[in-house]
Structure formats: structure tokens, C-alpha cells
């Protein structure tokens, strides 16, 4: 019998994903990518006779869907779907698999950490030292207190809660806001908001949610105005969750203190963009799941859900298993 042709647009050197990969071929046929990003035709081409797609995060909609016939189930190793319109794939039958949960507390060190270094200033610090100012300390400039600050929280999912944990062993206050009331608002004594509470009162504002027709751009020029000017805006989300000329013009007049940013819109930014020249911005190249055992844990999840889905099976985790 003829193996199912799977092809992989992710493109990845990291030998613990490609072992991961690797044992996609004993039941595929697969068309794995690698070098330089396919163009636009060349995956047209590979998706005429592909029955499975490992995706490297590619734009997915109909017209592209409509070069893929034999398609029956797209994964990547990825919480969130926001790059695939799940409505043109459940029509024709396409299940999608992604990888929520296991990459949760590696996204919550990621955030948290990211908090921690703009609240204490970590990345000037270093600057500092390595520019031989060391001696001078006492001009280094001073950071904030987390204890007792408030965090609010936008999407309160389990990286949510799982950021909320570390914040409260710092001691901060919590409130958040959130489609519905968590469950576990009760153990972090956090309280539910609307998103204007949480604007005006959060020292510290950390976006979480999808991005979804609601949630695009989200954070504007109203809402960087409700802000406390002494305020840290945390994206951890998607680029687009903010409107990033926005953020720039609440930056520059001081509207909010500082922003860091796991994500940006573009991503990646270009060379010459005004968020790269400002000091109280800190940017990190969306790595919010980047560790070796998370990142080879979403691959295991992404070629499980790739295999069942394939040969009918239920899949581990699947975004429309209706379709
Ligand atoms: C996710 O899992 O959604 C991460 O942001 C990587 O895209």
C-alpha cells in the first residue's frame, strides 16, 4: 500500500525535533523543506498531492487550499492558529492539529522573566558593566518593586494562571480579564475586571489572548491613554493584539513607561524601526516556548496529531475535530 504523502514546511536544524520528525517516515511519504522558505508557488506545488502539512506557520486560506485537494490534516507545533482560516478547513474536511499545554510553563518563565528584567532594568545592567561603568554604580538608573505592584492580566488562560503564580510569589496583586471568570482566580486571589479597571489600575498590563477578529489591535491610542504613565505593557499574545504606531506615539509621550515585547507587528520588525532605538523597550524574538524539552515536547505532540489525524485516529489535540 501506498504511504500518505506528508509534506513539512517547518524548517528546523535542532536534532531533537528532527529525531521527532524522523519518525513520521517509516509510516509517510515525506516532503520535508529545508534551506531557504518555500516561495508561494513552490508550495502550491507541493500541496497538489499532499494528504498531511506540518507548517512552518504559513498564511492558510482558501484560495491556498485550493491547490490542495488531498489535504485531510494540517499541524504545527504552535498554540496558537491564528495564520490558518479554521473555517475554510473545516468545510473541506481538514482537521488541524496544534500543541497547547505543554508549552505553558516555559511561556510563563519566558513572560515572567521578561516582566522581572524590565521591572529591574537587568539588560541596562548589563550594558552598564560591559560598557566599564560598574564603578560608577551609584548612577545606574533604579528599577521598580514587583512586591505589591499590580498585574493585570489580559487572557487568562493556563499561561495566565501559570504567570500569575510566579507573580504572587513575588508578591504582586492580580486582576485580569478574561472571556469568562478562571477557575483558579480563587488559589491566585486574583480578581475579575473589565478591561477598563484593568487599564487604569495595572502597574503591570500582560497580554495574553489570541489573536482573533476581537482582539486585533486591541491595545490603541484609547487605551494606552487609560494607562497609569508609569505602566509596563508585556506582549506575550501576538504582535497585532497592539497597535504598534500607537505604542510608539504612548512610548515617546510618555503615555506609558515601557514595553516588552515577545512578539511585534511586523514580526520581525524592520532594521529602521523607531521600537528598535528606544531605551525603555525591551524585545525578545518570539521565544516564548524556545527550550530544547518544550520545543522537542510541541514537535512529539505535532507528529502525533499528524499520524492520527492521517490514519483516522481521534488526534491529541485538535482545533476543529468536527470537520
Ligand atoms: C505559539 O505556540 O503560539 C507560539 O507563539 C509560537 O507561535
Not at 529525531?19 to 516561495?39: F, K, N, P, Q
Not at 498564511?59 to 475554510?88: F, H, M, T, W
Not at 476581537?214 to 504613565?229: N, S, V, Y
Not at 500607537?246 to 515577545?262: E, S
Request: hydrophobic share 40%; proline share 4%; charged share 25%.
Amino acid at each position: 500500500m501506498n504511504k500518505p504523502r506528508v509534506i513539512v514546511t517547518q524548517r528546523t536544524t535542532h536534532e531533537g525535533l528532527l529525531a521527532e520528525l524522523s519518525r513520521l517516515d517509516e509510516h509517510c511519504d515525506v516532503r520535508r523543506a529545508s534551506g531557504a522558505a518555500l516561495t508561494h508557488d513552490e508550495l502550491k506545488n507541493w500541496l497538489q498531492d499532499a494528504e498531511g502539512w506540518i507548517t512552518g506557520g504559513e498564511k492558510i486560506d482558501a484560495q491556498l487550499l485550493e491547490s490542495a485537494q488531498k489535504l485531510r490534516v494540517i499541524c504545527q507545533p504552535s498554540v496558537g492558529y491564528d495564520n490558518i482560516d479554521v473555517a475554510a478547513c473545516t468545510s473541506r474536511h481538514i482537521r488541524i492539529g496544534n500543541t497547547p499545554g505543554v508549552l505553558t510553563e516555559a511561556t510563563a518563565d519566558l513572560g515572567y522573566g521578561l516582566l522581572l528584567a524590565a521591572a529591574r532594568k537587568i539588560t541596562e545592567g548589563w550594558d552598564y558593566v560591559r560598557g566599564g561603568d560598574f564603578g560608577r554604580g551609584e548612577a545606574f538608573p533604579f528599577g521598580v518593586d514587583l512586591y505589591d505592584k499590580i498585574l493585570g492580566i489580559v487572557g487568562m488562560g493556563q499561561i495566565g494562571v501559570a504567570i500569575a503564580r510566579r507573580a504572587r510569589a513575588s508578591g504582586m496583586r492580580i486582576i485580569y480579564h478574561n472571556r469568562k471568570e478562571s477557575a483558579q482566580a480563587g488559589e491566585l486571589q486574583a480578581r475579575y475586571v473589565d478591561m477598563n479597571e484593568l487599564l487604569t489600575e495595572s502597574d503591570f498590563v500582560l497580554l495574553l489572548t489570541p489573536l482573533t477578529p476581537d482582539t486585533r489591535k486591541l491595545i490603541g491610542a484609547e487605551q494606552f491613554t487609560l494607562m497609569k504613565k508609569t505602566a509596563f505593557l508585556i506582549n506575550m499574545a501576538r504582535g497585532l493584539v497592539v497597535d504598534t504606531d500607537a505604542l510608539v506615539h504612548a512610548l515617546q509621550t510618555g503615555k506609558i513607561a515601557f514595553a516588552a515585547l515577545d512578539v511585534t507587528d511586523p514580526e520581525p520588525l524592520p532594521a529602521d524601526h523607531p521600537l528598535l532605538k528606544m531605551d525603555h523597550v525591551l524585545i525578545s524574538p518570539h521565544i516564548g516556548s524556545a527550550t530544547n524539552e518544550t520545543r522537542t515536547r510541541m514537535e512529539r505532540l505535532t507528529v502525533d496529531n499528524l499520524l492520527a489525524g492521517i490514519f483516522g485516529r481521534p488526534m491529541p489535540q485538535c482545533v476543529n475535530p468536527d470537520a
